[in-house]
């Protein structure tokens, strides 16, 4: 089973912002991910979806967000790009000039079941 979430990816001033890249994920909430390109950003937003994704039994927020959860399905709430850059935007209390949509699409983790 795979899930894609959409990330907004921005350029930033590092003299501000400290690094050059911002993202924000609406899926998961996620506004941490920076970087110096890109690519670090994505695979930091990566990292984070995947723990997210490895704990998801015990993630209440993910269901907050609109997330259907179950032992044999993960559906992750879909965001339409305007929306996405909307609470980007809302997120870091700025006007994002020039934002990426990056969709990530990873395999979800399979939990093992102790006895």
Same mark, same amino acid.
């Given at each position: 089973?795979?899930? #894609?979430? !959409?990330?907004?990816?921005?350029?930033?001033?590092?003299? !501000?912002? =400290?690094?050059? $890249? %911002?993202? $924000?994920?609406?899926?998961?909430?996620?506004? *941490?991910?920076?970087?110096?390109?890109?690519?670090?950003?994505? %695979?930091? =937003?990566?990292?984070?979806?995947?723990? =997210?994704?490895?704990?998801?039994? #015990?993630?209440?927020?993910?269901? #907050? *967000?609109?997330?259907?959860?179950?032992?044999?399905?993960?559906?992750?709430?879909?965001?339409?790009?305007?929306?996405?850059?909307? *609470?980007?935007?809302?997120? $870091?209390?700025? !006007?994002?000039?020039?934002? #990426?949509?990056?969709? =990530?699409?990873?395999?979800?983790?399979?939990?093992? !079941?102790? $006895?």
């Amino acid at each position: 089973m795979r899930i #894609k979430v !959409k990330v907004v990816v921005f350029e930033t001033d590092p003299a !501000k912002w =400290v690094h050059c $890249y %911002c993202s $924000y994920c609406p899926a998961t909430g996620y506004f *941490l991910g920076r970087g110096n390109s890109a690519e670090d950003v994505i %695979c930091d =937003v990566t990292a984070q979806l995947l723990s =997210v994704l490895c704990h998801r039994r #015990k993630e209440t927020k993910l269901q #907050k *967000l609109g997330w259907e959860i179950s032992d044999n399905l993960v559906i992750a709430p879909i965001f339409a790009d305007d929306e996405a850059i909307r *609470l980007a935007e809302q997120s $870091y209390s700025t !006007k994002i000039v020039e934002p #990426k949509i990056i969709v =990530v699409d990873v395999e979800v983790p399979v939990i093992q !079941k102790f $006895y």
